[in-house]
């Protein structure tokens, strides 16, 4: 598209004007120093590629010294910041391409590196929607007691819920993760756009693999943003049992960023993309625990509380009053909620 320059140029200024930009970053351990080095250099976008790579080297010499010295746990937790940080410079370019593909390569690297230092069992699996891979990550703990699927958000990658994944094994849950079309490695390898119908398919099909393969485990889902939303809409399904919705989006009349909307033209194929965001019918989902940040500006407390009035069956809602789109800095305690809301 002849208009990808100025969509980085318009994320870059929105990096610098919009200091919310950096939550999910902040959040995935992309240090606040890189951030603010980021801020002085929002013109530039080799400036910040330079600025991601140098601080991406240093921790990946400070892994290896880890590893030297028998330091498994820090190395691994250093690994995945330079992974997160060539995360950053692959999302920076929101067409797939020779760049966006060498420097997710990078980031899966560093992860892999990363994962063999966990005790938890690792699994890299695929599944088809259409003819086309959908690539995915299980962890298993030791004597799992249920298994979470993780709905992502729409313009984000599975490598970017490895924190929550982890969250969730040290509590004795197998997390089953997939970048669906339009996201992460199934957009960058096989430029897999999302639709409505697709996201319908993918997301049983991941319940549907899930359920396969952890047949004799409850199942659960927990969803973030336009994944909370599909995390409600695949609650219908008769093999789910709880959910864990944070922040959905509940109207294709959000007015999200100008930059937000470009980058969505390059991962959505379909005209109506409105129709990704609609949830249809509730009357039957599973018991569904909400999670709403009060100064999100993008979904409105009355939005939250309508969906809640029409929620069927258990629920419970969580609002925290200083949080804002995501709840990004209150992770920890949405995940130690979500463990004891599935295992009612």
């Known amino acids: 598209m002849v208009f990808c320059s100025s969509t980085i140029e318009k994320t870059m200024m929105m990096s610098f004007l919009f200091r919310g930009f950096w939550d999910r970053w902040i959040t995935n351990d992309i240090p606040k120093q890189t951030m603010r080095e980021l801020r002085q250099r929002f013109n530039s976008l080799e400036e910040w590629t330079r600025i991601l790579y140098k601080h991406a080297d240093d921790y990946e010499q400070r892994a290896v010294r880890a590893l ?5 746990s820090e190395a691994e937790k250093l690994y995945r910041i330079v992974g997160m940080h060539y995360n950053l410079i692959q999302w920076m370019f929101p067409e797939t391409g020779t760049q ?3 420097w997710y390569q990078r980031c899966k690297d560093m992860h892999k590196q990363a994962d063999t230092l966990v005790a938890d069992e690792i699994i890299n699996v695929t599944i088809q929607v259409e003819g086309n891979d959908c690539y995915g990550r299980i962890r298993v703990p030791k004597r799992p007691k249920g298994c979470v699927i993780i709905l992502n958000p729409i313009d984000s990658s599975k490598e970017e819920s490895i924190k929550t994944e982890g969250h969730f094994a040290k509590m004795g849950f197998v997390t089953v993760s997939f970048d669906g079309p339009g996201q992460g490695e199934t957009y960058v390898r096989n430029e897999y756009k999302a639709t409505r119908q697709r996201w319908d398919l993918f997301v049983d099909q991941v319940i549907e693999f899930a359920t396969s393969q952890y047949e004799g485990l409850p199942l659960f889902l927990f969803g973030t943003i ?4 599909w995390a409600i809409q695949g609650s219908k399904h008769p093999k789910v049992c709880r959910v864990v919705s944070v922040s959905p989006i509940l109207s294709e009349d959000v007015r999200m960023p100008d930059y937000f909307m470009e980058r969505l033209s390059y991962i959505i194929d379909d005209p109506q993309s409105g129709e990704l965001l609609r949830l249809d019918n509730i009357d039957h989902v599973s018991p569904v625990l909400l999670v709403h940040g009060k100064k999100d500006k993008f979904i409105n407390d ?10 069927p069956r258990e629920k419970r809602l969580i609002q925290y009053l200083d949080e804002g789109h995501g709840c990004n800095y209150k992770t920890e305690s949405i995940l130690e909620a979500a463990g004891e809301w599935y295992l009612r």
Not at 68 to 72: H, I, L, M, T
Not at 226 to 229: E, K, R, V
Request: no cysteine; hydrophobic share 25%.
């Open 302 to 311: 009355g939005n939250i509380y309508e969906l809640y009035n029409q929620l």
């Open 68 to 72: 030297n010295q028998n330091s498994a």
């Open 226 to 229: 336009l994944g909370a939303t």
């Open 100 to 102: 966006k593909q060498e």
